[in-house]
């Protein structure tokens, strides 16, 4: 049971390259969200997903940009990287149908920008 | 502007004691209430929740208290085990958008054998 997978585990860009964080699940859940954590801070949200083919910005967007063209797969875009964007990427997942759900997570993307 | 508030970066606790997580919120309009827990080079995991309609919720060895007015809320662990040694992140949601949840910085716990 795979539930939610994030590709690379680890990545070092230069300032200004782009790459592209992936992430998938397998639960078939139709939310799907991108967070960011930076050293001694909580989760923050950059991008969420309420189905395929629809994306909405979060309390952090600026630099990033994401697609939805499947259920499953919910891909995180980086176009000019920028020292400020060093830090632990967590893509979640959940199943929302009226009542709050728990989100689950991946393992992260730990990103430095140099 | 952090919306959800966890003052204590480290909690110590002896093995077999109670361990006690607090977390403070601002945002009136949160009615779930989740926390999870972190392990080093891990994604975090979701342990226990509440919603603002209800004070308490318990799963095993873990209790979640809900106080509304005064806008907090705590997680106790009894007994504590060494395998609870880890960064507990305590989160709110307002049932706005998606189910966006909105964490705060986290406590490490240590649970000393």
């Known amino acids: 049971n795979a539930g939610v997978t994030q590709t690379p585990k680890f990545r070092i860009l230069k300032i200004g390259q782009s790459m592209t964080l992936q992430c998938t699940q397998d639960m078939n859940h139709n939310y799907m969200y991108w967070y960011r954590q930076d050293p001694g801070m909580g989760l923050k949200l950059i991008y969420y997903?309420?189905?395929?083919?629809?994306?909405d910005k979060g309390e952090v967007p600026n630099g990033y940009n994401v697609s939805r063209s499947t259920t499953e797969d919910f891909p995180l875009r980086l176009e000019l990287a920028a020292p400020s964007q060093t830090s632990v990427y967590f893509c979640?997942?959940?199943?929302?149908?009226?009542?709050?759900?728990?989100?689950?997570f991946g393992q992260g993307t730990r990103l430095t920008v140099v | 502007d952090q919306q959800v508030k966890q003052n204590s970066p480290s909690l110590s606790v002896q093995e077999g004691r109670i361990s006690i997580l607090n977390c403070d919120y601002t945002?009136?309009?949160?009615?779930?209430f989740l926390w999870y827990k972190k392990y080093p080079a891990e994604g975090p995991t979701f342990l226990i929740s509440i919603s603002s309609i209800k004070d308490k919720n318990e799963d095993g060895r873990f209790t979640v208290f809900l106080n509304k007015s005064a806008k907090h809320l705590s997680l106790h662990i009894v007994p504590s085990q060494p395998g609870d040694s880890a960064v507990y992140f305590c989160?709110?949601?307002?049932?706005?958008?998606?189910?966006?949840?909105?964490f705060g910085t986290g406590t490490r716990l240590t649970v000393i054998p």
């Open positions: 979640a997942s959940s199943y929302v149908q009226g009542a709050n759900t728990e989100a689950f």
């Open positions: 945002n009136s309009m949160f009615d779930y």
């Open positions: 989160a709110a949601s307002d049932g706005t958008g998606a189910n966006n949840l909105f």
């Open positions: 997903s309420v189905g395929a083919g629809i994306t």
